[in-house]
């Protein structure tokens, strides 16, 4: 089956400016999650979507935000940009019911640069 | 109590050799501790993953052991190939609570020589 799809794969932003990035979980996948990875601080979670609901969230400031949607894609934005965010922005999904085989797979990443 | 340690940072091994990575948690809730491996480019992919009622498991040339009382676990990669180069995560969940929250170690860089 298809992985997990983002898109942009590349994005160039202004400090100020949102961004909106998109994820496409995998069929029959109904958790999206949403990781920060940058060199210093590493793979960070951000948030995740189960049923079109945050179910978790991690430690990041009100600007990064996200939902999703009745067929389980799902978006994430950052608001008022600042250099700091620029980093790889990944999506995973999970199946329905937690197994210790099979969960978490991630998309490619979006990279996101801020000037 | 969230954190999850890993070491070293990066690793140099000739072709054969045994690298071995280690991690290390607090969180006594933590029940779920897969490792990432990720090319360049890409995203993380599932490498292997254990629950804490295993000692050890094996899949493949990579194998994790996994010691519940000192709350560490760490991967080996047996017969390492120069495409075993990339970056490894070992991470860390409670996953019987079927969230998707994973804590990630700050990742290992391998480089295997030919």
């Known amino acids: 089956k298809a992985g997990v799809t983002q898109t942009p794969r590349y994005l160039i932003k202004t400090r100020g400016q949102q961004v909106t990035l998109s994820c496409s979980p995998i069929s029959g996948h109904r958790s999206v999650s949403w990781y920060q990875q940058t060199p210093g601080q590493g793979l960070q979670f951000l948030f995740e979507y189960f049923s079109e609901t945050q179910r978790n969230k991690g430690n990041f400031p009100g600007r990064f935000s996200g939902r999703q949607f009745s067929n389980s894609r799902s978006e994430m934005n950052v608001s008022t940009l600042e250099l700091g965010d620029s980093a790889l922005y990944l999506c995973?999904?999970?199946?329905?019911?937690?197994?210790?085989?099979?969960?978490?797979?991630f998309g490619p990443g979006t990279r996101l640069l801020v000037l | 109590q969230q954190q999850v340690k890993q070491s070293p940072q990066s690793l140099i091994v000739q072709k054969g050799g045994i690298p071995i990575i280690n991690c290390a948690y607090e969180n006594t809730a933590f029940d779920y501790f897969p490792w990432y491996q990720q090319f360049p480019g890409k995203g993380p992919a599932l490498l292997i993953a254990?629950?804490?009622?295993?000692s050890e498991k094996k899949e493949g040339r990579f194998t994790i052991s996994f010691n519940k009382s000192a709350k560490q676990f760490s991967l080996h990669i047996m017969d390492s190939q120069p495409g075993d180069s990339a970056t490894y995560f070992c991470a860390a969940s409670i996953g019987s609570s079927n969230t998707g929250k994973l804590i990630f170690g700050q990742g290992t860089t391998l480089q295997v020589k030919p």
């Open positions: 995973a999904s999970s199946p329905p019911l937690f197994d210790y085989q099979e969960t978490q797979y």
């Open positions: 254990i629950r804490p009622d295993v």
